[in-house]
């Protein structure tokens, strides 16, 4: 038998689906659907999903003598696939586009998981078929008409007609767009036209891969940037995302957010706050991203999303000396209830303080307005002056303090910033003498008994307290255990008699299942459950 080598394939059109090029194909060599797809895909039942068709890998091995593109290829220039695509994180891409070109026929992108509808029925646009008619006397499906949140054509901008034949149907079929018959067309009615028309010239963009100022910034942290830069704040540097809601409701109308399928129960939309929550789980609609991005690209830019600059910034303490010209690398913006904003920085030496702005002449150097603490600085170089022969009161007036003041810190900071090494040592004895007091060297036993000791080596010295757990099941005397349930085992078997399932001679004996995964440890066991087994097999031969 010659394997059919689809020599007589059409070659696909500007922006054609893989499912129209078979239509056409169809309806040329009046072959029927279900035949002709299953030979594409080489599977003994296939349903042709116009969106998001899988098992490419076999299309592209099956299409090669005619058109000699790669799966890849396929999946990029005849399905939705790349306007899905850039708002996937990383691993789910990967694991779509596998699926897409190897997996099941009957793969989902997630689409259903979306909150925005996708239109059940393939679409066109008549100005594109009739230009179509008069060049290549037939017409074709585009992708970008199929795209949910698409209602009119990019090109046009007249609005799509929607036919009768199903982006996902539920058997085999191909209809050919030159003999589609039209269904109901939902009016446009009051909507705002130059703002659906940019929807859909985004879309198409997106859809060709075409880069913008959005390319590789659709987290949270940049969509609050973003807004920030354009005003949408609580005070500077605090986004609002509760502002920026009313104010893209107001933008885009119910009647247009409604019709995409964006808003929920009583004309609210919980995603859009949502979007500005650092979550790397949840996944938006193609469309909610580009919906954002479009407003967000119509307002100006009038203010900075750091009000304090970029940073990093320099260290404001006079007691520490820093290898690093910028060791803040942190300045996290807090308001108070006066609806006034400050910042709030520590620094790697423990220097922790509020700011209210930077220097006028150095913007990397923080003013300082409230400290909290200085770590052990301040102590650090008080003991220096004090090795140096400074008397107490000559230090007092250096870090204008008073006398008896330095004194706190002198006494606060000998309990505080010892070096911790001698006390780490004989924690670490006191540990395992406590372990040792246990006869199976119990963590929480120990940690009961004395909790702040185990909380002080947690504190300073985790890695080592980590690795004096002992093993969970370590304590186990796995050769004692498998003779007591070999034994065990063996008289269950008695009791049943022969020929009963190993299952429910573990059961019947007490034993959970996991027996059966712990032979190389139970080496007893599992020659008693051997000699069940051999048991059965003899009976059969008898009764043969
Ligand atoms: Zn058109
Ligand atoms: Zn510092």
Aim: positive net charge; glycine residues 6%.
């Amino acid at each position: 038998m010659i394997r059919p080598r689809f020599i007589y394939l059409p070659f696909p059109y500007q922006d054609e689906l893989l499912y129209s090029v078979l239509a056409r194909y169809c309806s040329r060599s009046n072959q029927r659907p279900h035949k002709l797809a299953c030979l594409i895909f080489d599977k003994c039942f296939v349903i042709l999903r116009a969106d998001l068709p899988c098992a490419l890998s076999a299309v592209a091995r099956k299409t090669k003598p005619t058109w000699g593109m790669t799966a890849e290829t396929i999946l990029k220039e005849l399905t939705l696939f790349p306007f899905y695509e850039p708002f996937l994180p990383k691993p789910v891409r990967d694991n779509r586009m596998h699926a897409l070109l190897l997996g099941p026929c009957r793969c989902n992108i997630g689409t259903k998981a979306y909150r925005v509808k996708s239109p059940i029925f393939l679409r066109l646009c008549v100005k594109c078929a009739e230009s179509d008619r008069e060049e290549l006397a037939e017409t074709y499906w585009r992708r970008v008409h199929q795209l949910p949140g698409v209602i009119v054509c990019p090109q046009h901008g007249t609005p799509l007609v929607s036919t009768l034949a199903r982006i996902q149907p539920g058997r085999t079929e191909c209809v050919d767009a030159s003999s589609a018959t039209f269904g109901n067309t939902e009016p446009l009615d009051n909507l705002d036209i130059e703002i659906i028309q940019m929807i859909a010239m985004r879309c198409k963009d997106v859809l060709f891969g075409k880069k913008n100022e959005w390319d590789g910034k659709t987290s949270a942290t940049d969509y609050r940037d973003a807004a920030l830069k354009r005003g949408i704040q609580r005070l500077p540097g605090i986004c609002s995302p509760n502002l920026f809601v009313e104010k893209f409701l107001a933008h885009y109308g119910a009647p247009l957010l409604t019709k995409l399928g964006m808003l929920g129960a009583e004309g609210k939309a919980p995603w859009l706050r949502n979007m500005f929550q650092n979550n790397s789980k949840q996944i938006f609609h193609p469309i909610e991203h580009i919906l954002v991005q479009l407003y967000l690209e119509s307002l100006p830019e009038v203010a900075s999303a750091y009000p304090f600059g970029l940073g990093p910034w320099m260290c404001p303490n006079p007691y520490a000396t820093h290898t690093e010209k910028y060791p803040i690398q942190k300045l996290s913006i807090r308001s108070r209830q006066d609806k006034t904003y400050y910042g709030r920085a520590k620094c790697s030496c423990g220097f922790t303080f509020t700011t209210h702005g930077t220097e006028r002449d150095n913007p990397r150097m923080p003013v300082v307005e409230q400290i909290s603490s200085y770590g052990c600085t301040r102590y650090l170089y008080a003991q220096k002056l004090l090795r140096g022969g400074s008397s107490t009161d000559q230090i007092a007036k250096i870090l204008k303090v008073n006398p008896w003041y330095l004194q706190c810190i002198l006494r606060a900071g000998s309990r505080k910033c010892e070096d911790p090494r001698g006390k780490i040592l004989k924690a670490r004895e006191e540990w395992l003498d406590l372990l040792k007091q246990d006869p199976e060297c119990r963590v929480t036993v120990a940690r009961k008994k004395h909790c702040g000791l185990y909380q002080f080596l947690r504190k300073y010295d985790r890695d080592w307290l980590l690795c004096q757990k002992v093993p969970h099941n370590a304590h186990i005397d796995w050769q004692k255990r498998d003779v007591e349930w070999s034994n065990l085992i063996a008289t269950t078997m008695k009791t049943l008699g022969q020929g009963v399932a190993k299952t429910t001679i573990a059961r019947v004996a007490g034993l959970n299942l996991r027996i059966f995964n712990q032979f190389g440890k139970l080496p007893l066991c599992e020659q008693a459950f051997n000699k069940a087994k051999h048991c059965g097999k003899r009976r059969q031969n008898d009764e043969k």
